[in-house]
Structure formats: structure tokens, C-alpha cells
């Protein structure tokens, strides 16, 4: 899949502070609109914004919502068709997942992306109630239109040094095994969404999104590499967003979590520029850490409820980035690998 290269601060000295001060308006836009929704608005802001690179591009920021909202209600309309025949459902979209993952595995273009987290975000709500499915779908899309006000704001306010547009190349992560490594992402998506489905209630059912951008990243570094950089994401984001959350049980004021978010999305977004992994890692990141903390807002379990709910999806997460990182080793290996010792052995 195309991921955005690490951004520069000869580019954008002022990346970080962009980053940071997105899900500070979201949660605070959550709070105005009296959302019982509220996380969703900073975490889709976030995704929206932190894969921008070098100059405002509105071609980019305008058309990213607009084509996230249209996926909402054609996924929405799909589970509300066959939500009677709970089988019918799984088997559906369990091959729309297999397609968006072959998209992303063949082309490297992050329009699966999108197919996916809506698609596994209406079938968790709409296996469970209808009415809620169709408020979520309306709130993501309500926080999905407001980015594209929100984002050029920020840019206008906090400008990028250069002029530049970026230029975004999609090229596959790997040459060969697209149809393996789809249908292996297909069954654990699959498996993960119904596992969230468990779990989640709406209240804080974007927890589940994290752990989607962490499964679907894919990099030609080797395999350990890969699942120990999914691992580490998950479990930094994770770590800091229970931090922040046992700091607010500690404190109660909404002033102090906000500016807890800000100074941690900050840091992430530091490490964005500088950080020794690679920047994506970092990004993932503070979407563990956003989703976590939005959802603590929407939520009125008590604490110690809600932070077993978030653990369960963190260990959820982990689990399903290994398994995706095994399988690959085991059924998706280069071609050459098992023939080209068969001359010496003759």
C-alpha cells in the first residue's frame, strides 16, 4: 500500500503543531455539536490530515471526505439489504475485504483503505442495531465534511515552508503474492471485526479503527520487522492513551485532557519528522492513542469498564497484526525461494 513518506521540516517545520492541534478542534467540535459520538470527530480529523505532505493540495483534502462519506452510506446500504441473513453478510463482506486488500496489495492505492474501515464499521454497528449504524454513518460523515472546512484552516493559519504539492506514487509493497496476502488480511479483518463486535458497544466502537490502519500497512521490510513495528505502534499509542486516561480519572477537567492530547499528539507528531521508525509507525500511534481517549468521552461506564474494553481491543489489535505478519512468512514467500536450490540438488 502507498505510504506517505516521512514528512521533512525543511518542508513543513510546522507539521507537528498541525497534527496536534486537529483532534484538539475535533474533540472540542464533538463537544459543541453535544455529539453522544464526540471521538469520532478528532480521530477522523486526524486520518484525514496527518497523510498530507509538503504544500495544501485541495484537490487531495476535499476529495478524501467527500469519497469516505460516499463509502459510508454504499456500505451502510449493503448491510442494511442483508442484515436478515447474518451468513449472506459475513460471506459479503468478507470478499468486499478480500477485494479492497487486493486493490491495496496490487496497486499500493489507499482507496481500499477506505472501503475497509467503513465497511468493517457499519457491519459492527449494523449486526447489532440498526438505528445505531445509521447514526454513526451520519456522524462520520457530519466529522468527515467538517474536515475538509477544518483542514485548510490549519493551513492557512500554520502554513508548510514550501510550495510544493506532493506527489503520491502508488506502487505494491510486494511484486508477487497479492492474491495470498488479500485473502489472509480478508479472514483476519473478518475475524477482528467479529471479535470487535463482541466487545464494543457504540459508545466506543472507534476503537476499532486503529487497529485497522495498523493491519493493512504493509512495508518490504522484513517480516519481524514489520510485525514488531505494528506491535510497537499499537502498544505506544495504547500505553499513552491509558496514561492520559488514568491522569483525567485522577484530575476530572476536560481543560487538562485537552491539553494532554495536544502535548502527546505533538511529541508523535515530533516523531513523525525525527523518530527512528519509520513515520507511519508514529501516526499509527496517535490513532491508538485518539481513538482510546475520544472514546472514554462518549462512554458513561465506569472507568475501570471501559479501560478493560480498550485493553481487550489493544490485545485484540496486536494479536491480529502477528497473525497477519506469520501468515505472510509461512503462505506468501517469493517464488524463487523453493526452486532455485533445485540444480545444485540434482
Known amino acids: 500500500m502507498f505510504i506517505a513518506p516521512r514528512p521533512s521540516t525543511d518542508d513543513d517545520p510546522l507539521f507537528a503543531v498541525r497534527v496536534a492541534c486537529i483532534p484538539v478542534i475535533g474533540l472540542v467540535i464533538g463537544m459543541v455539536l453535544r455529539s453522544p459520538l464526540a471521538m469520532i470527530y478528532p480521530v477522523l480529523m486526524f486520518s484525514l490530515l496527518a497523510a498530507n505532505r509538503k504544500a495544501f493540495d485541495p484537490k487531495r483534502v476535499f476529495a478524501a471526505p467527500i469519497m469516505f462519506g460516499g463509502m459510508l452510506w454504499l456500505m451502510s446500504g449493503i448491510v442494511v439489504m442483508l442484515q436478515g441473513i447474518p451468513s449472506v453478510l459475513v460471506i459479503t463482506m468478507g470478499t468486499i475485504y478480500f477485494l479492497a486488500f487486493y486493490l491495496i496489495q496490487k496497486t499500493g492505492n489507499a482507496m481500499g483503505m477506505l472501503i475497509i474501515v467503513a465497511g468493517a464499521l457499519m457491519t459492527i454497528m449494523g449486526l447489532g442495531s440498526y438505528?445505531?449504524?445509521?447514526?454513526?454513518?451520519?456522524?462520520?460523515?457530519?466529522?468527515?465534511?467538517?474536515?475538509?472546512?477544518?483542514?485548510?484552516?490549519?493551513?492557512?493559519?500554520?502554513?508548510?515552508?514550501?510550495?510544493?504539492?506532493?506527489?503520491?506514487?502508488?506502487?505494491?509493497?510486494?511484486?508477487?503474492?497479492?492474491?495470498?496476502?488479500?485473502?489472509?488480511?480478508?479472514?483476519?479483518?473478518?475475524?477482528?471485526?467479529?471479535?470487535?463486535y463482541t466487545i464494543l458497544d457504540f459508545?466506543?466502537?472507534?476503537?476499532?479503527?486503529?487497529?485497522?490502519?495498523?493491519?493493512?500497512?504493509?512495508?518490504?521490510?522484513?517480516?519481524?520487522?514489520?510485525?514488531?513495528?505494528?506491535?510497537?505502534?499499537v502498544i505506544l499509542g495504547g500505553a499513552i492513551g491509558l496514561a492520559i486516561l488514568a491522569t483525567l480519572n485522577a484530575v476530572g477537567h476536560v481543560a487538562v485532557l485537552i491539553c494532554l492530547v495536544f502535548l502527546?499528539?505533538?511529541?508523535?507528531g515530533n516523531?513523525?519528522?525525527?523518530?527512528?521508525?519509520?513515520?507511519?509507525?508514529?501516526?499509527?500511534?496517535?490513532?491508538?492513542?485518539?481513538?482510546?481517549?475520544?472514546?472514554?468521552?462518549?462512554?458513561?461506564?465506569?472507568?475501570?469498564?471501559?479501560?478493560?474494553?480498550?485493553?481487550?481491543?489493544?490485545?485484540?489489535?496486536?494479536?491480529?497484526?502477528?497473525?497477519?505478519?506469520?501468515?505472510?512468512?509461512?503462505?506468501?514467500?517469493?517464488?524463487?525461494?523453493?526452486?532455485?536450490?533445485?540444480?545444485?540438488g540434482a
Open 131 to 196: 438505528p445505531s449504524m445509521v447514526f454513526l454513518r451520519d456522524e462520520m460523515t457530519k466529522a468527515a465534511l467538517l474536515s475538509a472546512v477544518v483542514i485548510p484552516v490549519l493551513y492557512a493559519l500554520l502554513p508548510p515552508r514550501t510550495a510544493e504539492l506532493n506527489v503520491d506514487k502508488y506502487t505494491p509493497a510486494y511484486t508477487y503474492g497479492w492474491g495470498k496476502r488479500a485473502a489472509i488480511r480478508a479472514v483476519v479483518m473478518l475475524g477482528y471485526s467479529l471479535y470487535l
Open 271 to 344: 516523531k513523525m519528522l525525527t523518530g527512528r521508525l519509520p513515520s507511519m509507525v508514529y501516526q499509527d500511534a496517535a490513532s491508538v492513542m485518539i481513538s482510546l481517549v475520544g472514546s472514554a468521552l462518549a462512554t458513561s461506564e465506569p472507568g475501570f469498564a471501559f479501560t478493560q474494553r480498550a485493553t481487550l481491543t489493544v490485545i485484540g489489535t496486536l494479536a491480529a497484526a502477528l497473525i497477519v505478519s506469520i501468515l505472510d512468512q509461512l503462505l506468501a514467500k517469493e517464488p524463487h525461494t523453493t526452486t532455485s536450490e533445485a540444480p545444485q
Open 203 to 233: 459508545s466506543n466502537v472507534m476503537l476499532a479503527v486503529a487497529g485497522m490502519f495498523v493491519l493493512v500497512h504493509s512495508t518490504r521490510r522484513t517480516i519481524w520487522a514489520e510485525a514488531g513495528q505494528r506491535s510497537f505502534s
Open 264 to 268: 502527546a499528539t505533538l511529541w508523535l
